[in-house]
């Protein structure tokens, strides 16, 4: 059983930093392309940032230059490094992993999500 855990959200202050990291373990095979995605109340749930296995990234207008996503593919793990936060990055973000496993073929999965809150 293939489980995305993740890690790092909190309360920050605008302008602040956060380091999201989420770790895939269970049967895995390969993992292709992984990504992180937010939710805000009362919105749909939308891409931030996605990085391939090869390490090709792709972010959300928003938050160019100022959200990293890098990945280490010895130990399974994605991470989002947030700078310069703002209250409108406020959201639920959640691990996205597209993963062949034994048994299961090839899937996307998702983490449980952790809350990201920016305020004063």
């Known amino acids: 059983q293939v489980q995305l855990v993740e890690s790092g959200g909190g309360l920050v202050q605008p302008g602040g930093s956060l380091r999201l990291s989420c770790a895939a373990s269970?049967?895995?095979?390969?993992?292709?392309?992984m990504g992180w995605y937010r939710q805000a109340p009362g919105k749909q749930r939308e891409l931030v940032a996605t990085?391939?296995?090869?390490?090709?990234?792709n972010y959300v207008d928003s938050v160019k230059g100022r959200f990293t996503i890098s990945r280490d593919n010895a130990k399974n793990t994605v991470y989002l490094q947030m700078n310069s936060l703002k209250p409108e990055d406020t959201a639920v973000y959640y691990c996205?992993?597209?993963?062949?496993?034994?048994?299961?073929?090839?899937?996307?999965?998702w983490g449980q999500g952790t809350q990201v809150t920016v305020s004063s």
């Open positions: 996205n992993a597209d993963i062949w496993t034994v048994g299961r073929g090839r899937r996307d999965y």
């Open positions: 269970g049967g895995i095979i390969n993992i292709y392309a």
């Open positions: 990085i391939t296995s090869g390490g090709s990234t």
